[in-house]
Each structure stands twice: as C-alpha cells, then as structure tokens.
C-alpha cells in the first residue's frame, strides 16, 4: 500500500519561500503520477498541480508561475517550491498518489 510522508511548510512572511516535500513509500514516483492539492481556511479542498512518472508537470491556472514540482526519483520525493509567498498562499497543502493522501502540510504567510 502507497504511504505518503509530508515535511516541509510553517511560517513565512509575504514574498518568502517555501519547499514543501512528499515522500513516497510502497510505489515508485518513477512510474506513477502525483497530484497536489490545497485546502485554504474555511474553502473546500482544490486541486493545484501534478506531476506525472514522466514529462512536464502540469499546474492549475490559479499556481502558475509560483509553484514548482521537482521529482527525485532516487529518494522516491517529490518536492514543492513555493516562492514569492502572499497570504491568500496560506493553506493546507496534500499529496495524493494512488488514491492515498499525505497528512498534509501547512503553510502560513503572513506579517
């Protein structure tokens, strides 16, 4: 079974950088596809960004431009760069791969 391990997020203040990090257990990032979703205070949860076992990843209009996705297969970890933070940035920020949900990581931007 897929397991999913979030690090990452905490506090910044506006035009900051974070790298959230989603670890992969039980399947290969190489040969599956992960997606990124976020959940801001009190808004239902929406999807974000993916990145597929190959190619481009492939980000919501609502991110571009803000948000990278990088894979490094050999630690099997995606990993999410987020610069140039505003607060309307803060949320709860998943993974989900295979049907499985990482726990979440939560990112604050404020001053």
């Known amino acids: 079974q897929v397991q999913l391990e979030q690090s990452g997020g905490g506090l910044v203040q506006p035009g900051g950088s974070l790298r959230l990090s989603c670890a992969v257990s039980?399947?290969?990032?190489?040969?599956?596809?992960m997606d990124w979703y976020r959940q801001a205070p009190g808004k239902q949860r929406e999807f974000v960004a993916y990145i597929p076992s190959g190619g481009s990843a492939y980000y919501a209009e609502s991110v571009t431009g803000r948000f990278t996705l990088s894979r490094d297969n050999a630690k099997n970890t995606v990993y999410r760069q987020m610069n140039n933070l505003i607060p309307e940035n803060t949320a709860g920020y998943y993974c989900?791969?295979?049907?499985?949900w990482g726990k979440g990581t939560q990112a604050t931007v404020t001053t």
């Open positions: 039980g399947s290969s990032i190489s040969t599956t596809r």
């Open positions: 989900y791969v295979q049907y499985q």
